[in-house]
């Protein structure tokens, strides 16, 4: 069954694509103050685009929430994003180097982190995750890791000891 | 006294100077400079223009202090806990971060010291683990003083290997290594055993002299280096053999390249002439452009030199690999480490009917970073042969045994050729009509003019021609196999590669989806695997939904529970 999502995660991804967008006006606007005086058909261009990104930073932060999805089992994450383009992400657990729990000033501000899980083939990012949530998703994620890293150690001691053995029992 | 943990272990004070010694190098450059100037102006309350400067002064001194500040800030919020047999590493700054890392799956303990911390009696304790994402940098690091540092990176060690530790009451035994000590200890204990040995049996004394003399000199190695112990090679290749590869291995673009280069340096040549350019100068604009294909086409020669005397043999568990003419190469390649294995077919490798072998791992540099290559470009009839002798553990899949790309895909990949080359050939003669002939009118070149108008939509139907082509031999070429242990897919056009990938070796799946993808019912996907950078993301190309679905299915069965 797929982790359900936070709703206060919304309300983050609008802020930041808010603040982003706002950044990104003041720029254009300092930047079309202080360029040489430009023809009205590039201001009017240049605003109608800034427009359209607005409304899309608006739009864009509820459609991202609305098409995201993780799921934890015994063996695997499984990710699963997107609207224009779907994306699904799957990775065994037992393939997990390390883990990371991220959270910035806005995460804080909405109780949120993301958990990061590494792999030797790269590296893939739950979101909207609520602060304990991650927690639990971390010390989950680490105790198995640990569990298949000592199986792992064992199976390849038991298989030098039956080398061992075999070698042995050729030189006797 | 038995440890198996530690708790909020800070970084060592001198922490906060080393992070933050550009700013205070900043702090003392400004106030020994201009420390006693400001005072002066500040007393003598001089005009505007010192404010400004005073100002701009007080803006660096504001910046430094801030940054030190913050260091001091990192260094207080930063510990370091080991529990359970996990390794937590928190930062709770502006941006927290709390990375955990499992004791089993690090790779490196590290020591380290620059030489400030050489200074202050301080070292570096960097851990790694085989994640790729930190695989050109430390996972984590934290400076302590000597006498943790070696704790821990000791604590480290044996809590990796599942042992309990053991803390040492002598810092000097940590320090010079409890186990090499006790490894010399032994080394010299076998020695004199067999010089006992060798003293009854003078016959034997020849051979443990040598022996013990080669324990010494490499007392870590299993076996001789291979180039002590070579045995007949399975695979030579001749250097008529070797010249037949390098030509099989250029590829198409390579190809399209140079000889467009050529094509253009003739026509530039006579182009010059007609418009009544000097010989001289013609020839001279020509050589520049036949010289540009000189170097795209030294690559051949390249390929030559380094496939030189191409030797491999199989020896247990690995292979071996001789070639180079000017610099030469000797690799050996674990076969347990081998992550994928890949066949190569170029243009003229079709022609040719000759393939390449190569093999996906860690590692490897300048041409290697793509996969070691195990045999150059060689005979059809002869691959599945010497394949055998020198890597039997796989089989080359057959063209027929693969499952094809739906057709639905072609025409949609064909429309989009047509369409989207069609609007840049149509662009580019307008731009070129619009700006370009008039300045060439004006220069008097009227054949170049004229030329350029009918060459742009000729070279660009061509090339979407070409492109057309490299499509439907795509849809022909490429295949897709899910099999009980490997998966094996083959993708490109005029040239294409064959790879089959362990499903245990591949570390994460990655499957995409779009608007146009969605409503044509396929995927494509990706395979991240434990390989170096360029070779690490493996592209599945565009197949039928249902397929990708199947491999996904098949993945998530192979995992352990």
């Known amino acids: 069954m797929y982790e359900k999502r936070n709703p206060k995660a919304r309300w983050l991804l609008l802020t930041s694509s808010v603040i982003t967008m706002t950044v990104a006006t003041i720029i254009l606007v300092i930047g079309l103050k202080m360029a040489q005086p430009l023809e009205p058909m590039i201001q009017k261009g240049l605003l109608a685009v800034d427009l359209i990104a607005w409304l899309v ?5 509820f459609v991202r929430y609305n098409w995201y999805r993780a799921r934890f089992t015994e063996e695997e994450i499984d990710i699963r994003q997107g609207f224009l383009i779907i994306k699904e992400i799957i990775i065994p657990i037992e393939r997990l180097q390390k883990i990371s729990l991220e959270t910035g000033p806005l995460d804080r501000l909405f109780g949120m982190s993301k958990v990061i899980v590494y ?9 909207f995750l609520e602060n304990e949530r991650a927690e639990q998703i971390g010390e989950v994620l680490k105790n198995r890791i640990n569990r298949y890293a000592i199986r792992s150690r064992e199976q390849e001691i038991k298989k030098e000891e039956r080398t061992l053995n075999s070698r042995e029992g050729q030189v006797l | 006294m038995e440890k198996r943990e530690i708790r909020n272990l800070h970084n060592h004070p001198s922490y906060i100077i080393e992070s933050s010694w550009g700013a205070i190098f900043v702090l003392v450059m400004l106030v020994l400079n201009n420390g006693t100037n400001v005072v002066r102006m500040l007393h003598s309350y001089e005009s505007q223009k010192n404010f400004e400067f005073i100002g701009m002064l007080g803006i660096f001194f504001l910046y430094s202090v801030l940054m030190i500040f913050f260091s001091f800030r990192r260094w207080k919020l930063t510990v370091l806990n080991i529990v359970d047999g996990s390794m937590t590493w928190e930062q709770n700054t502006i941006f927290a971060k709390k990375q955990e890392i499992a004791l089993s799956t690090i790779s490196n303990v590290n020591l380290e010291q620059n030489l400030f911390e050489r ?4 070292y570096k304790l960097k851990i790694d683990t085989s994640s790729l994402s930190t695989a050109n940098k430390t996972d984590m690091k934290i400076i302590l003083g000597k006498e943790d540092a070696f704790m821990l990176q000791n604590m480290i060690l044996q809590l990796m290997r599942g042992e309990s530790f053991e803390e040492e009451a002598n810092i000097e035994e940590v320090v010079q290594g409890r186990d090499f000590e006790e490894q010399g200890i032994e080394k010299k204990q076998n020695l004199s055993a067999m010089q006992a040995q060798s003293a009854k049996n003078p016959e034997a004394m020849q051979d443990a002299a040598s022996s013990a003399d080669i324990q010494e000199k490499r007392p870590f190695q299993e076996e001789l280096p291979f180039q002590e112990n070579m045995g007949k090679y399975a695979i030579e290749i001749s250097a008529i053999e070797n010249i037949q590869c390098a030509l099989a291995s250029i590829n198409e673009s390579m190809l399209g390249i140079v000889l467009s280069l050529f094509l253009i340096a003739v ?3 006579f182009a010059m002439l007609v418009s009544g350019a000097a010989l001289g100068e013609a020839f001279v604009s020509c050589a520049a452009v036949a010289l540009a294909a000189g170097g795209f086409a030294k690559n051949i020669g390249k390929k030559f030199l380094y496939c030189y005397n191409y030797k491999v043999r199989r020896s247990g568990k690995h292979i071996y690999i001789s070639s180079g003419a000017i610099k030469k190469q000797s690799y050996s390649v674990p076969v347990d480490k081998i992550q994928a294995f890949r066949l190569n077919k170029t243009l003229l490798g079709r022609l040719m009917h000759r393939t ?5 791992n860690i590692g490897g540099e300048q041409d290697d970073v793509n996969g070691q290559l195990l045999l150059p470009a060689v005979l059809d009839r002869d691959l599945p042969a010497m394949l055998a002798k020198i890597l039997p553990e796989y089989h080359i899949t057959a063209q027929e045994e693969l499952c094809p790309r739906p057709k639905r895909v072609l025409w949609r990949k064909q429309l989009v050729n047509l369409f989207t080359k069609a609007v840049f050939v149509i662009l580019s003669s307008l731009l070129y ?6 300045e060439f009118q004006e220069e008097g070149l009227f054949f170049a003019a004229d030329f350029f108008v009918v060459m742009i939509p000729l070279v660009g139907c061509l090339w979407i021609l070409w492109n057309s082509i490299n499509l439907f031999l795509a849809q022909k070429t490429e295949g897709i196999k899910i099999a009980d242990q490997l998966l094996t897919v083959r993708r490109g056009g005029f040239s294409w590669e064959q790879i089959e990938i ?5 570390q994460q799946l990655t499957t995409k989806q779009d608007l146009l993808k969605r409503f044509m019912h396929t995927k494509v996907a990706s395979i991240h695997m434990l390989a170096s950078a360029l070779a690490n993301v493996q592209k599945i190309p565009e197949f039928d939904a249902k397929q990708i679905e199947q491999l996904q299915e098949k993945f ?4 352990l529970a």
């Open chain 2, 356 to 360: 390449s072998v190569s093999v996906i």
């Open chain 2, 267 to 269: 026509i530039l040549f």
């Open chain 1, 57 to 61: 930073a608006l739009i864009m932060p």
């Open chain 2, 556 to 559: 998530q069965s192979t995992i």
């Open chain 2, 433 to 438: 009509t619009k700006y370009a002939v008039e």
């Open chain 2, 502 to 506: 362990p499903y245990d070796k591949i």
């Open chain 1, 119 to 127: 792999t030797a083939g790269g590296e893939e990012t739950i979101r």
């Open chain 2, 119 to 122: 200074l202050i009696g301080t």
